[in-house]
């Protein structure tokens, strides 16, 4: 038996094709790409490496002079599962992948031990999460976690922050 | 009617055609021999008399009966079948339901071709956020201990956010915070 197919059905099948690829393309990613920089940020003298150049506007309101980029890395994150880092000074970060919720940002547990520092954030594509205060010879460190993309424009203002006991 | 030396089981045999590196020397003796040609004539006459009465019995033989027979088979069994079915109920649904199943055929290419458009412009939308702003980094919780205080630095419409950790409250040397 042969089979053939008409006009109208050769464009039905196209469609449920394209809707196929479509509805694929927008399910949820297997892994999503990010930036870590660990930066040293003191007060002797005013170097500040380029690479950092895109938090001075957040980092104006700290009294540090200087932010010297210590280490870059990138990582891709798939829900579910976790990744650690090691800061300049010995201690670990730990940064969890929870999921991409339905807005498309990217939900984290972030934990540094050390100082029994934890958090959990959604960060939207083209946003930076940096995270400040260890100190760290003359200094402090700061770790600046970017994901990648187009940033959305913000306006929701994040709930106050808790203190542990 | 005097025997000659030709039995009647070669006589048969000759008849049958089995006797064939003989053929010349039997069919001379059948000419000569009277006795064998009236029993050679014997026999044609009540083999034509029998097939005469056996055609007579049987009627006229259509030799195509048993292969249309066989075809019948064929197309009851493929008639049975799932396949069968299922595409004699869809030859019947396209023939006197033409329109309509053009119809349908039409609309669901139409929604399959828009649905794409469609899931693509809810997509942007809620990237965007053009009714509904999202923040760049929602803090949904933070978490210090050993005295340490936790200060979460966001601007209106900037994109990086800070949280800013100040291990011992009150040391005035580490103090850096905003």
Redo the contacts between chains.
Sequence with gaps: MSITLTGLETAALLALWTTAISAHAQAEPSSVPVDLRVIYAHSDGTEVDYRVQDLLPTFASLRFTSYVLKSQGAFALSPGTSIRAQLPDSTTLEIATRSVNAAGQLRLDIEIKKIKFKTTVAIAPGATLAVGGPPYEKGALIFALTRPGVAAPSATPSPAPSRAP | MKRCGISPLDLMAWMDGEACSEDAVMKAHVNRCEACRAEVAAWTSSGRVLKDELDAELGPVDELSALRAIRRRIANARDQSLWGRL?RRVADVWLFHRRAV?GV??A??????T??AL??WL?QL????SHF??????????????D????????????????????VVGDVD?A???
């Design positions: 595409n053009a055929v039409v669901a290419a139409l929604g399959c071709l649905a794409p899931v693509w997509g809620a990237s965007r956020g702003p999202l923040a760049a980094v929602v803090v949904e919780s933070v978490e210090v201990g050993n340490a205080t936790a200060v979460v630095l966001q601007k209106d419409g900037a994109t990086t956010t800070l949280i800013w950790i100040e291990p580490n850096h915070r905003p």
